[in-house]
Nanobody, 123 residues
Framework: QVQLVESGGGLVQPGGSLRLSCAAS????????MGWFRQAPGKEREFVAA????????DYADSVKGRFTISRVNAKNTVYLQMNSLKPEDTAVYYC????????????????WGQGTQVTVSS
């Protein structure tokens, strides 16, 4: 298991940008595929983006394609989510997740989760 801590959330105006970070503990971070999910009030948790162990393969939800970018720096045990052109509907708690081996998009495929960071998009 790997421990995950998210940071970088906050309040931003529509059209603005935020960069979320997820710091992982342990020396085996490079073995993990990583994902970002979000959950808005009254809604189920949904997939946002994922990246494989090397950073060479990524996947995005249709709702964020072209606006969000997932990346990782294995030497820093960190994965990022750059969010641009934010919309009010992006408001949610954002969670970082990890799983061994291959990239995935379903939350049930991830075994390690962070506590989440709140992102609020409002004028």
């Amino acid at each position: 298991q790997v421990q995950l801590v998210e940071s970088g959330g906050g309040l931003v105006q529509p059209g603005g940008s935020l960069r979320l970070s997820c710091a992982a503990s342990g020396r085996t971070f490079s073995r993990y595929a990583m994902g970002w999910f979000r959950q808005a009030p009254g809604k189920e948790r949904e997939f946002v983006a994922a990246i494989d162990w090397s950073g060479g393969n990524t996947d995005y939800a249709d709702s964020v394609k072209g606006r969000f970018t997932i990346s990782r720096v294995n030497a820093k045990n960190t994965v990022y989510l750059q969010m641009n052109s934010l919309k009010p509907e992006d408001t949610a708690v954002y969670y970082c997740a990890a799983r061994l081996m291959t990239i995935a998009t379903m939350s049930t495929n991830f075994g390690s989760w962070g506590q989440g960071t709140q992102v609020t998009v409002s004028s």
